[in-house]
Nanobody, 126 residues
Framework: QVQLVESGGGLVQAGGSLRLSCAAS????????MGWFRQAPGNEREFVAH????????YYVDSVKGRFTISRDNAKRTVYLQMNSLKPEDTAVYYC???????????????????WGQGTQVTVSS
């Protein structure tokens, strides 16, 4: 089993930046693809970003393309989400997730992932 612990959330002004981190423990970190999701009050949880096991392939929801960057450091067993040019509509609880390599569910679906972090609040003021 994998446990995920998130950090880096907070309050930031529009146009600012935050870097979220998600530290993994348990089985080998490199055996999992990783994703970030977010959920705003009154909204459904939505896909934000995905990174392959090697870090060579990344995918983003259209609304964050060019602003957010997902990355991973397998030696540190950590996945990151660098968020630049933040907008008030980015305000949400952000969750990291890990998925086993054998699954074939779409990368943008929460069904692709097997383990989830506790979430970290990101608030962007206008």
């Amino acid at each position: 089993q994998v446990q995920l612990v998130e950090s880096g959330g907070g309050l930031v002004q529009a146009g600012g930046s935050l870097r979220l981190s998600c530290a993994a423990s348990g089985r080998a970190f490199s055996n999992y693809v990783m994703g970030w999701f977010r959920q705003a009050p009154g909204n459904e949880r939505e896909f934000v970003a995905h990174i392959s096991w090697s870090g060579s392939n990344t995918y983003y929801v259209d609304s964050v393309k060019g602003r957010f960057t997902i990355s991973r450091d397998n030696a540190k067993r950590t996945v990151y989400l660098q968020m630049n040019s933040l907008k008030p509509e980015d305000t949400a609880v952000y969750y990291c997730a890990a998925g086993v390599l054998s699954k074939r569910n779409p990368y943008y679906s929460d069904s692709r992932y097997d383990y989830w972090g506790q979430g970290t609040q990101v608030t962007v003021s206008s």
